[in-house]
C-alpha cells in the first residue's frame, strides 16, 4: 500500500485548495518533498517513486506558471480569463 502515500500530497492540495491555491501547492509540495526523502530513507529506489518525482515538479511549478499567466495576460478572450481567475 505504499503506492497510496504517492497521493498524500494531491489530497492535501484538495484540502487546502479552497483558502488559496498558492498555500496549498506549497503545503503539497512541501508534503511530498517530506515523503518522499522518508521514502528514499527507507532505501526504496527511485524507480519505484515515479509519481513522487512528478508530484514535486507539478507543484514546484504551479505556482509560477500561473502567476506567469496572470502577469503576460493569458491570450484568450477576457471573458475566459476572468473565469478562471487570471484578470
Known amino acids: ?12 492540495y484538495g484540502a487546502v485548495a479552497w483558502a488559496s491555491w498558492q498555500w496549498a501547492a506549497l503545503a503539497a509540495l512541501l508534503l511530498g ?3 518522499l526523502y522518508l521514502d ?4 526504496l529506489s527511485p524507480s ?3 509519481l513522487e518525482y ?20 493569458c491570450g484568450l ?3 475566459p480569463c476572468r473565469r478562471v481567475g487570471w484578470r
Open 1 to 12: 500500500m505504499t503506492y497510496l502515500r504517492g497521493f498524500i500530497p494531491w489530497i492535501a
Open 33 to 35: 518533498g517530506v515523503l
Open 40 to 43: 528514499r530513507a527507507g532505501g
Open 48 to 50: 519505484m517513486r515515479v
Open 54 to 73: 512528478g508530484t514535486l515538479v507539478f507543484f514546484a511549478a504551479s505556482p509560477r506558471s500561473r502567476s506567469s499567466a496572470r502577469t503576460a495576460g
Open 77 to 79: 478572450t477576457t471573458e
